[in-house]
């Protein structure tokens, strides 16, 4: 990378965020600019130590325009999805003084500066994980610190839904719901917090990274094929998803698990339903992803009540949501007896994030993999399939925390004399 050198002062704030997973999914827009949805969402927000971005922001007199790297590669700022956000930013930029460097930066001032944004996600892009919402809120956040823009976090939220709609979800930790909103202008399409990480962490969450060779349609251009073409969509939004709302919001509160996970996965598979219902049918799930729908489904069934919730974004992952610590081991089991890994994989890259769920499952190296049973609900269906090498991998989180700014500088992944990339 070219060294640049800067003459003056280069201001910096690097800032970690979380992504979310949809629990009452968000499809559809009725304004493709300024993203507003046909209907109000409500997402858990994931453990930032196992899934979330990092970004630094950086200003200086001597940046000569807009520059972002993403994952190591310098991307193109030029989208109008980007442009939005940092407009909305530029217009609410505050006076800033920063103290050792002697820095005075006005209100007017900011029209003039230029940012260099750089930008990492802790997990494998090509996961196909919901990257752009943890990528889109840092972004969002760390400029918004970078430049004292006092509005709090569910105006933040407005900022960040304009450079993807889920993005503005992961502006807080917990529990989140996105409210619609009915202004044109999108002024009252806003997330807020329903309820912190603390206040339900019995949840376990375990996430199969699934292999896969096709290729997906965005959710971009789907969810606006679906709006085109689906007869289905308005039904969903304007009956169904209401009344899921409520319901949803009251399952939260209560910490009712069976109700939460029978809403989860009811509306995990309706929001794949509209979009067979879409022209051409879109098909995010594969047949990997319908297996793990029927081990979660037969062992809920067998138990009497729900110990999982499934739920797919526009993609084949599962993300199974346990009731607590016991139900995710004895899920971990069925989904290490039924997906083994290939025989050249090793646990430690098999099964990652908190290992210690792993030790609840009684799982130590590769040996008691193998030896694992067939878990009693499928006895009377022997032999039992396997399905080596299906899955790539294993990630086990829980529900986490919002954004933080993170101010020790050695986390900061620009260099402070250059304002390039570390
Ligand atoms: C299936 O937020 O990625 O994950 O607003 O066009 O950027 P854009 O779409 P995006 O859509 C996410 C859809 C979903 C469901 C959800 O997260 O609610």
Redesign the pocket.
């Known amino acids: 990378m070219a060294a640049e050198s800067c003459k003056d002062w280069v201001l910096t704030v690097t800032a970690q965020t979380p992504t ?3 629990v ?4 559809g ?1 009725r304004d ?1 600019d300024l ?1 507003l ?1 046909i209907n109000d ?1 409500i ?1 858990v927000t994931l453990d930032p130590h196992h899934l979330c971005t990092t970004t630094s922001v950086a200003v200086s007199p001597a940046f000569t325009h807009d520059r972002m790297w993403l994952n190591g590669k310098e991307v193109s700022l030029s989208g109008g ?1 980007y442009q939005n956000c940092l407009r909305e930013l530029r217009s609410r930029a505050g006076d800033v003084e920063g103290e050792e460097k002697g820095i005075k930066i006005t209100k007017k001032d900011w029209e003039k500066l230029h940012f260099h944004i750089v930008s990492y996600n802790n997990f494998p892009t090509a996961a196909g994980l ?1 990257s ?2 943890a990528g ?1 809120a840092c972004l969002v956040f760390s400029l918004a610190k970078l430049m004292n823009v006092k509005d709090d976090h569910s105006r933040l939220s407005a900022i960040a ?1 304009q ?5 503005c ?1 992961s502006l807080y930790g917990g529990f989140v719901k ?1 409210i619609m909103g009915k202004e044109q202008n999108g002024s009252d399409s806003i997330a807020v917090q329903l309820a912190d990480e603390k206040h339900w962490d019995d949840l376990v969450i375990i996430i199969a990274v699934v292999s896969s060779r096709q290729k997906e349609t ?3 251009s ?3 094929e679906t709006v085109e073409t689906s007869m289905l969509i308005e039904h969903r939004a304007k009956e169904v998803v209401p009344k899921r709302i409520i319901q949803m919001e009251e399952a939260i509160k209560n910490r009712d698990f069976p109700a939460f996970a029978r809403l989860t996965c009811a509306d995990s598979n309706q ?1 794949h339903a509209v979009c067979l219902d879409t022209l051409p049918p879109i098909f ?1 799930m594969n047949d990997t992803s319908h297996r793990i729908i029927s081990c979660v489904e037969k062992w809920n069934r067998f138990e009497g009540t729900p110990q999982v919730a499934y739920t ?3 993609g084949p992952n599962a993300v199974l949501i346990s009731h607590n610590r016991k139900a995710a081991a004895l899920l971990l089991q069925r989904l290490l007896f039924h997906f083994p890994p290939n025989s050249d994989a090793d646990l430690n890259s098999y099964v990652i994030g908190d290992k210690t769920i792993l030790q609840d499952a009684g799982i130590q190296d590769m040996k008691d993999i193998e030896a694992l049973a067939p878990p009693p609900e499928i006895k009377d269906n022997i032999p039992a399939q396997k399905y080596r090498g299906d899955v790539n991998y294993f990630i086990c989180t829980r529900p986490g925390r919002g954004p933080v700014v993170l101010t020790d500088e050695r986390r900061s992944l620009i260099n402070p004399e250059t304002g390039l990339p570390k």
């Open positions: 979310n997973i949809a009452i999914k968000y499809w827009k493709e993203i949805p969402s997402s999805r919901a752009s919402a889109l839904r450079g993807s709609g889920s993005a979800r996105w965005s959710s971009t789907g969810m606006r929001f995010y797919f974004d526009a």
